[in-house]
């Protein structure tokens, strides 16, 4: 069983950054694939970048020149940096996690494909 637990929500004026963490338990942490999602009321969740276990970080076009996602397996850590921040990126962050990695775009992930979670964490741009 992996749990995700996700760290440095808040909020932020527009053009401003924040850094995301997220936390996962499991040793076979080199073994999974990760994603960064999120979800505003009455929306479906959606992803916004994703990193495979060499590291390699794909993104939506949404977010893509903004957000960076980065990993530090000694720390079991995902992270992602969002700098220039919009109002319309506010929304509660997700962390996922899945051993089955597939190489689709960012863009067309399903929340289906991901079996772990993080409890979410709120980003507002004011």
């Known amino acids: 069983q992996v749990q995700l637990v996700e760290s440095g929500g808040g909020s932020v004026q527009a053009g401003g950054s924040l850094s995301l963490s997220c936390s996962a338990s499991?040793?076979?942490?080199?073994?999974?694939?990760m994603a960064w999602f999120r979800q505003t009321p009455g929306k479906e969740r959606e992803a916004v970048a994703a990193?495979?276990?060499?590291?390699?970080?794909t993104y939506a076009d949404s977010v893509e020149g903004r957000f960076t996602a980065s990993q530090d397996n000694a720390k079991n850590t995902l992270y992602l940096q969002m700098n220039s921040l919009k109002p319309e990126d506010t929304a509660m962050y997700y962390c996922a996690a899945t051993p089955f990695c597939l190489a689709v775009p960012v863009g067309t992930m399903s929340v289906r494909a991901f079996a772990y979670w993080g409890q979410g964490t709120q980003v507002t741009t004011i």
């Open positions: 990193v495979d276990r060499a590291g390699s970080a």
């Open positions: 499991a040793y076979t942490y080199r073994r999974l694939c």
